[in-house]
């Protein structure tokens, strides 16, 4: 029998799945350009393992890396684009 804590918390993991299903899918160059929204999908992705794999957190985490290089990392992954 499921104690109402184990209900709660497989309610709870259902729902950031399928909130992470239906969002939009944003791209590294995305997060790049909108550092706070980046920020915060990363922070959300690192508090809940469970959907880190995600396409969301997986260009979250690819943009923080380009982020954490600096400036001109951030132009010569943004200039590469437009070529």
């Known amino acids: 029998m499921m104690t109402n804590t184990k209900k709660l918390a497989l309610a ?7 909130a992470a299903c239906s969002e939009t899918t944003r ?4 997060y790049i350009q909108n550092t706070a ?13 469970e959907i880190s794999k995600t396409p969301n957190c997986v260009t979250a985490a690819e943009a923080e890396l380009i982020i ?3 400036n001109d990392a951030i132009k010569e992954h943004l200039d590469g684009l437009a070529k």
Do not use: I, R, Y
């Open 12 to 18: 709870a993991t259902a729902t950031l799945l399928l």
């Open 27 to 30: 791209s590294t160059d995305w």
């Open 37 to 49: 929204d980046q920020a915060n999908k990363l922070t959300e992705c690192q508090q809940n393992p």
């Open 68 to 70: 954490q290089k600096g």
